[in-house]
């Protein structure tokens, strides 16, 4: 069976071997009949088989269903179970499969399929969970339409497309646009809704919902609002209106991901949609209407137009991030988003790239897809698509994108049709740039300069180190953007585009009074290490005159990385120009709040350890703690007089409202916090907490808090407030582990786990504290090994109940090779442990194999 341990080698599954299954299917029919431990599917589909087909054989996909019965044009038929699925002789001509089978939703805790959370059914079908629910040929190139009943007692019964009827324990729907079974939902519950209405501009009134547990009614205001927002962008912007009469949300609480775009009625973690002021912070504000916008956005990007076969995911996943990033940059602000972007870029998809588990942004292989749902695919495959627009022009884009949706609509594509739309609207050859597609790895780009009679030469070569499968990579074409600075701070040359397509390649400027101060990469126009040598006083320049927000960010960005690395290797202490032009930065009120908060916030110690792991050094952990440490108490003294001042003017006094301006000052206000929280012992931060009517304050207040070791009674008074509030409790699981000191972390998240709160069957309470605790740096690589210990006994325990949450949850441990051999041994001893488990799951299996081998 596909869950249990193989006892060969897992099954790998190639792009090169992609055959369009043999059939036809034409209309489905499903009826279920809900029970909890015992549901009945009937399923009633037409299939017509193809002409000369590659595969003609009838195989339907089907995993732990217990087939009842099954019928061909009505006669009983008797299929052949064979592993993951059945297979049975059929008519040459059209005809009608029917089956009954019976599944067990209430006892599934891989939430893959139909399952139960706090007593509402619900399903999640992408990848590959539709098997689960009934035989099917369950992949994304078979499109259908589906008409659904339900029968249950549940007062909500809820599937795609529109209602078409409705009575006492029943309900029907049925979505008039074909689609591939991994976008079928179906929600029953006794849910209550917050709706609304939208009006598209060509005048359809469109019903709108959010679905949640009674309770949760005054938490769906801001869903609503970025639904509504994301709506109208799309139209705007992209041209695209919403195609049927309802749009449904559900919040739930046992959700393996963040959401889900099924057609017309998206399952979103109840994390990523619930909102309010007293229980989320600025953070989950911005994210949740992010997510909001990525699931709509979906379903032009991705349900409209699909994926021919898994290997494409990026092809939706990649486009719809893209198209949500713009979202956001419009709703809010443009460089603050492009600086967290290629923050979270660089904390997720670099080590993934540059470690045992790269892949390129369409795979060419794998054993469980759902261990492909990874950084790489969805945002390095958005970087891929912003490269694409800045190399064909923002006009070329739109052309494209209209001939995409025009050619493409109701189909299910690849690569290959997305790169020949572009390549038709704009006449450019893009079979170089398809190499961002096929090869791994985060190319290098080495910088280097002459000066001359007024003529600046820059040579820029670019090399991709060897990635698992990948020993050597072709030159790709790279957008580079570049501006020159005058020697005085003026912009002497405005942002232009260079295109790297060789290995090697020199730009020149001529008529240059001196030699300037570039500028390059501005925007991070391309998914690339930039490796260049520099000064801090060039640094200290650029972050006092860069007219590029990014780059004016990236120089302050690459200041602390070297302040951080002289002190960890040198013992040297911080560098007094960086510590005096971040003064003035903060100081400055002409700067927007939210990048003031952004330039103050130091790169993450896993950065720091990658950074010098680059440069030969073994990091060691706990001295890049110290460093962090030592930084910020220095940082804090030298402002030590402007921070009450800045304190008061950060603080909103007005009442709390999610919008961009004022969570740029809470952020900014949160810093500050930090800050004299090392100096005054934690008064303002207690002072603050007390007052604090939102959870944006309250939270900062507490973390600061908990930082200082001087937060006991604030945690136990936000664990008295909040502990019915799972959604709170997240917060304050997280921020236990997140605050404790190196040699303390492992043993608070293990008393967690102990914690009569702590569920490991709710992804979200899992995540809230091994998330933690990978994320406490020194803290799980403390040198005792109990972080990495803890980690596999917990990740050994969940995987017999959701390998895809376990699977995930591996990555912790991709960064292994940076640090030294006796860490690399621990880190060793516990993969091996884990591969050892009996019945390990084969997502479990193939991550810890590719990031041992
Ligand atoms: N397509 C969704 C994410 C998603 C993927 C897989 C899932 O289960 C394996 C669930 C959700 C998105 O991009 O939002
Ligand atoms: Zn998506």
């Known amino acids: 069976m596909k869950d249990a341990a193989p006892a060969t080698a897992p099954e790998t599954f190639y792009l090169k071997d992609y055959k369009p299954f043999g059939f036809e299917v034409e209309a489905v029919e499903l009826t279920f009949k809900l029970a909890p431990n015992s549901t009945r599917v009937l399923s009633k589909i037409r299939f017509s088989p193809k002409a000369n087909a590659a595969d003609p054989r009838f195989f339907l996909h089907g995993e732990a269903l217990k087939l009842i019965s099954a019928k061909i044009d009505g006669a009983p038929v008797t299929p052949e179970l064979i592993a993951g699925g059945l297979i049975c002789d059929t008519p040459d001509s059209p005809f009608t499969w029917e089956s009954e089978v019976e599944i067990d939703p209430a006892a599934n805790t891989a939430l893959e399929g139909l399952y139960m959370s706090s007593g509402m059914y619900c399903t999640q079908c992408e990848a590959e969970g539709f098997r689960k629910i009934t035989y099917y040929p369950d992949r994304p190139d078979v499109m259908s339409t589906f008409s659904v ?22 309900a029907e729907w049925l979505d008039p646009w074909p689609k591939p079974a991994y976008l079928f939902a179906l929600v029953a519950g006794d849910l209550v809704n917050h709706a609304d209405s939208f009006t598209t501009r060509s005048g359809k009134d469109v019903e709108l919902n959010i679905w949640v547990r009674p309770g949760d009614e005054g938490k769906c205001a801001f869903g609503m609002d970025a639904l509504k927002k994301s709506m109208k962008w799309d139209e705007d912007v992209y041209g695209r209106e919403y195609d049927l009469d309802i749009f449904n949300i559900v919040a739930v609480d046992d959700f393996n991901m963040g959401a889900m775009e099924n057609k017309g009625l998206n399952i979103f973690n109840s994390s990523c949609v619930l909102a309010s002021p007293e229980t989320s912070t600025d953070a989950n504000f911005e994210r949740i209407e992010a997510i909001i916008a990525h699931e709509y956005f979906h379903n032009w990007t991705g349900n ?42 660089r904390a997720r998809q670099f080590p993934e790239d540059n470690g045992p588990l790269a892949h390129p942004p369409r795979p060419e292989q794998f054993q469980e897809i759902n261990n492909f749902y990874t950084a790489t695919v969805y945002e390095k495959g958005a970087e891929v698509i912003g490269m694409l627009k800045r190399l064909v022009g923002d006009d070329n884009y739109d052309k494209a994108l209209d001939l995409y949706f025009d050619r493409h609509d109701g ?26 597609y096929s090869q791994a790895g985060t190319p290098q780009v080495t910088v280097s300069e002459a000066y001359a009679g007024g003529t600046y030469t820059l040579t820029l070569a670019q090399s991709t180190p060897p990635t698992p499968g990948q020993p050597d990579k072709a030159p790709r074409v790279i957008p580079i953007t570049i501006g020159l600075l005058s020697p005085n701070g003026d912009e002497i040359r405005a ?38 040598e520099s000064t801090n006083a060039e640094r200290a320049f650029l972050l006092a005159h860069d007219t590029d927000p990014f780059n004016r960010w990236e120089a302050g960005n690459a200041l602390a990385t070297e302040t951080r690395v002289t002190m960890v290797t040198e013992g040297a202490a911080p560098d007094a120009a960086y510590l ?44 890049i703690y110290d460093a962090a440490e030592t930084f910020a108490q220095t940082l804090a003294q030298q402002l030590e007089t402007s921070l009450p001042r800045l304190y008061a003017a950060t603080t909103v006094d007005s009442p709390y409202q999610p919008d961009a301006h004022g969570a740029g000052l809470r952020a900014l206000n949160g810093r500050i916090l930090s800050l004299l929280t090392r100096l005054d012992g934690g008064e303002q931060a207690a002072r603050q907490y007390q007052a604090a009517d939102n959870m944006t304050q309250q939270y900062a207040a507490l973390a600061a808090l908990m930082k200082a070791e001087n937060g006991e009674s604030q945690s136990q008074a936000f664990f008295d407030q909040w502990q019915n509030d799972r959604l709170v409790m997240d917060k304050w699981f997280g921020l236990q582990v997140a605050c404790a000191a190196p040699d303390a972390a492992a043993k608070v998240a293990m008393d967690l786990t102990r914690h009569a709160l702590f569920d490991m069957k709710n992804p979200n309470r ?42 995930r949850m591996c990555s912790a441990f991709q960064t292994w090779a940076r640090y030294d051999s006796a860490r690399q041994a621990l880190i060793r001893t516990e993969l091996e442990r884990i591969l050892a488990a009996e019945d390990l799951s084969r997502d479990t299996n193939e991550m810890v194999s590719r990031i041992l081998q």
Request: hydrophobic share 40%; charged share 25%; aromatic share 8%.
């Open 149 to 170: 009943r339900i029968e249950g007692n549940e007062k909500v019964l809820l599937s795609n497309g529109n209602p078409t009827g409705a009575g006492e324990g029943w």
């Open 304 to 345: 409209r137009i699909t994926c021919r076969d898994w290997f494409q995911l990026c092809l939706k996943e990649g486009l719809t991030v893209f198209r949500d990033a713009q979202f956001t940059a419009d709703m809010r602000s443009e460089p603050v988003k492009r600086i967290e972007d290629v923050i979270a870029l």
């Open 411 to 436: 189909q299910a594509c690849t690569i290959e049709d997305w790169l020949k739309v572009f390549e038709d609207a704009t006449g450019r050859d893009l079979s170089q740039f398809k190499l961002w």
């Open 495 to 532: 942002t232009e585009v260079l295109e790297l397509t060789e290995a090697e390649q020199s730009f020149t400027f001529d008529g240059l009074a001196a030699k300037p101060v570039p500028s390059i990469l501005r925007e991070f126009s391309a998914p690339v290490i930039l490796k260049r």
């Open 580 to 623: 005096d032009a971040l003064e003035k930065l903060v100081r400055d009120d002409t700067l927007d709040p939210a990048f003031r908060a952004l330039v103050l916030s130091p790169p993450s110690q896993s950065e720091i350890a990658q950074t010098l792991h680059d440069r030969g050094v073994t990091p060691d952990p706990q001295k």
């Open 766 to 807: 899992f995540r809230a504290v091994m998330g933690a605790l990978a994320g406490n740096h020194a803290g799980f690589h403390h040198k005792s090994g109990a972080g990495y210990t803890l980690l596999a006994q917990q990740l050994i325990a969940l995987d017999s109940l959701n390998p895809q949450t376990t699977a």
